[in-house]
């Protein structure tokens, strides 16, 4: 595969419930993102991670936890979410992050709290 | 902080012909970037094309081209010759430049294009 995937690419859990959103990028790039995408929103950026370390964390609520083994996967675990946090979570990569290098994203995954 | 403003939430447009996106933004920077992206129904968003502020020419990418406005805060686009495949929504971006921070990008709301044929 190339580019940048993400899984599942549709999901639906309860309040309660744990779970995670899984990107791998296959570009090779240093820099990973997490970004929200809501209806009738811009996106937000939610965590930047450049070499598996974490540059940003746009204050986000602590129900949501990113990890980042290596440069090519960062996860996003989720626990005790809220039905406003229903929407698109993108992922994305570039080369660098500090750079201004071309982000590319993945699909995305649908997120649905119930 | 920076904020981009897209004030057209919805367009269409027939095939073949010619449609200009606005956008707008608020920045007291003066190094910065702006993009524009594509997404395209339940598929991937892809960079369409991007400008550099110190640039005074205006960035063109086959039938996509810019208006960029610097003193107006203003960075619309063009699109040429409309394909259905232009079908998307398409977001404005703007990133100041990186001196050692974070790499943001700060999007705008949207504009859904619909091209009809």
């Known amino acids: 595969e190339t580019g940048v995937t993400q899984t599942p690419r549709h999901l639906v859990m309860g309040m309660t419930n744990k779970k995670s959103l899984k990107c791998e990028q296959h570009l090779g790039h240093n820099a990973m993102y997490w970004y929200k ?73 649908r997120l649905t709290v119930l | 902080a920076q904020t981009v403003t897209q004030s057209q939430p919805e367009m269409s447009v027939q095939e073949a012909e010619t449609v200009t996106l606005s956008c707008t933004y608020d920045t007291s920077e003066s190094n910065y970037y702006l993009f524009w992206y594509k997404q395209p129904p339940s598929r991937q968003m892809i960079l369409v094309i991007r400008q550099e502020a110190y640039k005074q020419q205006n960035a063109t990418e086959n039938r996509f081209s810019v208006n960029f406005q610097k003193a107006a805060k203003s960075f619309s686009l063009k699109i040429s010759d409309s394909q259905l495949g232009d079908t998307a929504m398409y977001f404005c971006a703007f990133m100041k430049h990186p001196q050692g921070g974070s790499e943001k990008l700060v999007f705008g709301k949207g504009t859904k294009l619909t091209v009809n044929p």
């Open chain 1, 37 to 109: 995408q809501s209806a009738k929103k811009p996106l937000e950026l939610m965590f930047v991670y450049s070499l598996e370390e974490r540059v940003e964390n746009n204050s986000v609520p602590s129900r949501f936890s990113p990890e980042c083994p290596n440069s090519s996967h960062l996860f996003l675990h989720l626990h005790t979410l809220q039905p406003e946090d229903s929407a698109l979570y993108l992922c994305a990569s570039s080369q660098d992050q500090g750079f201004v290098n071309e982000q590319f994203f993945g699909p995305g995954t």
